[in-house]
C-alpha cells in the first residue's frame, strides 16, 4: 500500500528503528525492492531525483509502476523526491501522487531555506504530502564534505527550523556524504551530535549518503535516531555486480534473462540491509493505521 512517508517514519521513530530509502531508476530496481521489503515485512521507501527523472527514471511511467506494486503487497511503502530543488518539479510532484517531497535547501542561506521550506510544508501538506528538508549540508564524498565540521547540522538551529517550518523529517549532516569514497575509508560520525538533535528535536532523522558508511555505523546511527536511510550508489553497485557476475559466468544470457539477474541482485541487497538497519519483521507486528494514497 502506497503511503505517506510521515506515517512510515513516525512509527519507526516511535519504535527506534531504521527504514531503507532506495533511489530507484527503473523496473527491476522497483519490483526488487518493494517484493523482497515485502519479504522481510519491512516498510519501504522508493525514491529518484529530478535528475534521474530526466535522464532515465521518467516520473509518467515510474508512478503508475510503484502504485500498481504497492498496491499487491502488504507493507507500507512510500514514494518520495529525492533533492528537489526547484518549485516547479516539487509541487508537479506534490499533484502527481508522490507521498513526500525533499526539498533540498541545504545550499541555500539559512533564512532562506527555513521560509522556502515552510512555504512548501504548506503546500505539501494540504495535499496529505509530507516533506523533508536538510539543516547543515551532507556533501560529496571525494571532496571529502564528511570531514568538515562547518557543514554539519547544529541542534539549536535545527529545533528553530522544524518548529517554524512544521516539517515532517529532516535530514542532518553528521559526517556521511554522497557518492563513494576514497577506496578503504569508512566515514566516522558525529554521534554524540546525533544523540543531541535527536534530544533536541524528537522527531524522524534522515541519514544522507547511507552507501559505504559501514554496517556498524549504520547500526549506532539508528539506535541514536536515525530513521530514514538514503541508499543510491550501494544499491546501483549491487545491480551493476548482479548483471556481470551474471553475464561472465554465461555470456549467452540475453537481455530478459540479465534483467532477471539484476532484480533478483537488487532484491539479496534490500533484503540485507533492511537486517542491518532493523526494519525487517516490523509489519508483521506494528500495528499500521495509514491513511492509503490511491
Do not use: W
Request: aromatic fraction near 6%.
Amino acid at each position: 500500500m502506497l503511503v505517506s512517508m510521515k506515517a512510515i517514519l513516525d512509527d519507526a521513530h516511535k519504535h527506534n528503528y531504521g527504514v531503507m530509502a532506495m533511489n530507484s531508476i527503473n523496473m527491476e530496481m522497483v519490483r526488487g525492492g518493494i517484493l523482497s521489503a515485502a519479504s522481510e515485512n519491512s516498510p519501504i521507501i522508493i525514491q529518484f531525483g529530478p535528475g534521474q527523472m530526466k535522464k532515465h527514471a521518467h516520473k509518467e511511467e515510474m508512478l503508475p509502476l510503484i502504485q500498481q506494486l504497492a498496491k499487491r503487497v502488504h507493507i507500507p511503502v512510500a514514494l518520495n523526491l529525492d533533492h528537489g530543488m526547484d518549485f516547479e518539479t516539487i509541487v508537479d510532484c506534490i499533484n502527481s501522487g508522490f507521498t513526500n517531497v525533499m526539498f533540498d535547501g541545504s545550499s541555500l542561506s539559512y533564512e532562506d531555506n527555513l521560509t522556502k521550506t515552510e512555504i512548501i510544508c504548506n503546500l505539501a501538506h494540504a495535499k496529505g504530502c509530507s516533506v523533508e528538508a536538510e539543516l547543515g549540508h551532507v556533501g560529496q564524498a571525494l571532496s571529502e564534505d564528511d570531514q568538515n565540521t562547518d557543514l554539519y547540522t547544529d541542534p539549536a538551529k535545527a529545533l528553530e527550523f522544524v518548529q517554524y517550518t512544521n516539517v515532517d523529517a529532516l535530514a542532518v549532516a553528521i559526517g556521511t556524504a554522497h557518492g563513494n569514497y576514497p577506496k578503504g575509508k569508512i566515514p566516522r560520525l558525529d554521534f554524540d551530535r546525533l544523540k543531541e538533535l535527536k534530544a533536541t528535536l524528537d522527531m524522524p532523522l534522515v541519514l544522507h549518503g547511507g552507501s559505504g558508511a559501514g554496517e556498524e555505523n549504520l547500526r549506532k546511527a539508528v539506535a541514536l535516531g536515525i530513521n530514514k536511510i538514503n541508499v543510491a550508489t550501494d544499491a546501483f553497485e549491487a545491480a551493476k555486480k548482479a548483471l556481470l557476475h551474471a553475464y561472465d559466468n554465461d555470456p549467452s544470457l540475453d537481455y530478459l534473462q540479465l534483467s532477471m539477474e539484476t532484480e533478483k541482485g537488487i532484491a539479496n541487497f534490500v533484503k540485507q540491509f533492511v537486517h542491518v538497519i532493523g526494519s525487517a519483521g516490523r509489519c508483521s507486528f506494528t500495528p499500521f493505521d495509514f491513511e492509503v494514497h490511491e
